[in-house]
């Protein structure tokens, strides 16, 4: 039997004025990418996207390492994540 776990999503997440402001400039793939962000979080424990493991996760979630860096650079930039020395959160 596999043990997973799971975190709260309100069911009218794409209309929360962040999500808008992501969703006007990536489209539906930075919504999808948002909640990518948030399981990866999630998975590791800590709450944390690692900086160095940036081109493993382009890679699983399918988009370029440069476009993730900059997508995860505007999250934090509209209050969505944030980040320290460790690296982003939310």
């Known amino acids: 039997m596999k043990e997973t776990y799971y975190f709260s999503h309100d069911y009218n997440a794409r209309n929360d004025d962040k999500i808008l402001v992501i969703r006007d400039k990536y489209q539906n793939e930075g919504y999808a990418i948002y909640f990518y962000c948030l399981e990866t979080m999630a998975e590791r424990g800590d709450g944390y996207i690692i900086p160095s493991l940036i081109g493993g996760l382009s890679l699983g979630y399918g988009v370029a390492k440069g476009w993730l860096l900059g997508y995860l650079e505007f999250c934090v930039q ?7 020395e460790k690296g982003y959160f939310s």
Do not use: C, T
């Open 78 to 84: 509209i209050g969505l994540f944030s980040k320290d």
